[in-house]
């Protein structure tokens, strides 16, 4: 069996006030079927929508349904670095909606500056399953398929722009400053002392920690 993973940008921010508090959450199409998409996999309706009906039912409905920042390297759950709970999964034809609310830990904090800063975000549906080549030649995901969690996974034009520039030495400006070398070695070596496997991670986590400092010097 893989690890199958598939991207989607098609998700709107929702923000709502609870007691005062502003909560965020996100929805939109977390996945669909029969229509090749980005990574050339299809899935079949039946095999998908079968899937979504047992993780709403073993996971969305006793609110397990957490999903983590970045992009994991398994199947795994990774309870340090969850950073939402899915509320809702509904299936419409060949689409799966969902909503999810974005909690108040480390990496769900990081989700939310993010957010602020107006950084686009999407989500990652993340399973192990098997493929197979149907008659038209596309890799067809197969019956055996576990959707493990549906993740957060931003925009990496921004992050990585941000972790070119601190590497390559330039200079970024507050609006009342420069922000200090210190700052910016304590980046270096984050990114520097970080496995490739958890780089997309880091990043994200470099630019948030710049994103947050930035705005208190506003």
């Not at 972790?163 to 990114?191: A, P």
Request: aromatic share 6%.
């Amino acid at each position: 069996m893989l690890l199958i993973t598939e991207h989607t940008e098609d998700v709107n921010l929702i923000t709502e006030e609870v007691n005062g508090e502003k909560q965020y959450h996100i929805d939109g199409v977390f996945m669909q079927a029969e229509q090749k998409n980005r990574n050339g996999r299809v899935y079949p309706n039946k095999t998908l929508m079968n899937e979504v009906a047992r993780y709403n039912r073993e996971y969305v409905k006793p609110s397990r349904a957490m999903g983590e920042l970045g992009h994991p390297d398994g199947p795994q759950l990774n309870l340090e670095r969850v950073s939402h709970l899915i509320k809702e999964l509904r299936i419409d034809g060949n689409d799966v909606y969902g909503k999810a609310k974005i909690l108040d830990t480390p990496y769900g904090k990081i989700v939310k500056d993010l957010i602020k800063e107006g950084v686009k975000i999407g989500v990652s549906s993340r399973g192990m399953g098997s493929l197979k080549q149907n008659k038209q030649g596309i890799n067809e995901v197969q019956d055996d398929f576990s959707l493990a969690a549906v993740d957060i996974v931003a925009d990496p034009s921004a992050p990585d722009a941000y972790v070119q520039g601190i590497m390559e030495g330039k200079e970024w400006v507050w609006e009342n400053g420069i922000l200090t070398s210190r700052e910016i070695e304590s980046h270096k070596e984050v990114i520097s002392k970080t496995p490739k496997r958890n780089l997309d991670e880091a990043k994200l986590y470099c630019f948030a920690d710049f994103l947050s400092k930035l705005r208190k010097h506003k």
